[in-house]
């Protein structure tokens, strides 16, 4: 199962809103054949790993991260392939979240004289599709915020100038973490004085869709993410002022607003939702940033601190409330340090 979940993560970037899934086929003892999901709409990890094969699969046994799906869809149905193809006992890390499989795979399995065995390494099978068992569950994607501060706490000198404040190895983690997200989102302020690209670069990876938030769409359209055509480009605006629409560099995608003028950060993820992003990472400034975690929409969080101060800060970090968050992993990049948090009520869900 160590295996699937490792061979699963190939599929990142290239499947959504579908989950990644591994699988391995052992026999007499030995893998004799392995697959993940790797296409939207392409063949499941199940079916690739019996054609990859290099023995006959008859009376082998199935290490899947996830429970097999029982339907037809864009493909044929998992269980009834693996029947087909003589696999007499499947081991399930974690059954799948959608009400039209959940159960129903193991269930159609086992009425097919197929053993059973569900659970193994759930809690790191379970992981691998945070994103899509949120968006499955309530129509909204899994939320990471991430920032970069320095050692006395800010983000940069204002908000109208650039500050690069972690080195090369925090960036190439940053890279990594845009690589597992289906979209990374800033605000307009973020995306007019820094002009990022918002694409994976120094690794190898997809590049996530790009998300601006832009209330009255006055953001000028000369920007790196519009211009250079490496990724679909959304820009978020008001419902009250916009319709829906779409041109060559990016779609308008109109959204609630508070009574502050300023877009519903709920609103934004039901949107993102709807458009199949099952996970995003903000990457925005501490007003973005704050917006979302006042009202606990913020599910993981990055924060990388630079070891030097930045004497003439004045745009103050978010600060976490670290009762509400659990320290998951800490790591040193260079110069810098990596925390992860988690929000506490997810760990405890575990």
Known sequence: MSHAIEIAKKGIGKVSPNPIVGCVLVKDGEIIGEGWHNEFGGPHAEVNAVLNSRRNPIDSTAYVTLEPCCHDGKTPSCVQFLFENGITDVIIGTLDPNPIVSGNGVKSLRNLGVIVTIGILEKETKSLNDGYNRWIKTGNPYVIGKLAKSN???????????????????????????????????????????????????????????????????????????????????ILCSNKKFNRHRTSFGTFIPVDE?????????????????????????????????????????????????????????????????????????????????VIYLRRELCLQV
Do not use: C
Not at 217 to 232: G, H, S
């Open 258 to 338: 508070n009574e502050d003028g300023l877009l519903s950060p709920n609103s934004i993820l039901r949107g993102l939702g709807n458009e199949g992003i099952t996970s995003v990472l903000i990457e925005g400034g501490p007003q973005l940033l704050n917006s979302f975690l006042n009202l606990n929409l913020i599910d993981k969080f990055y924060e990388f601190t630079s070891i030097e101060e930045l004497e003439n800060g004045n745009l103050r970090s978010p600060e976490l409330n670290l009762d509400d968050w659990i320290s998951d992993e800490v790591q040193i990049l260079g110069k810098d340090k990596l």
């Open 152 to 234: 006395n706490g800010f983000m940069g000198v204002d908000n109208i100038t650039q500050t690069q404040l972690t080195g090369h190895y925090a960036n190439l983690e940053t890279h990594e973490l845009r690589a597992s997200v289906d979209a990374i989102m800033v605000g307009k302020q973020t995306a007019i004085i820094d002009n990022p690209h918002l694409t994976v670069r120094h690794i190898q990876g997809e590049n996530p869709i790009r998300v601006i938030i832009d209330t009255n769409r006055t953001i000028p359209l000369n920007l790196n993410v519009f211009r250079d055509k490496k990724a679909e480009t959304f």
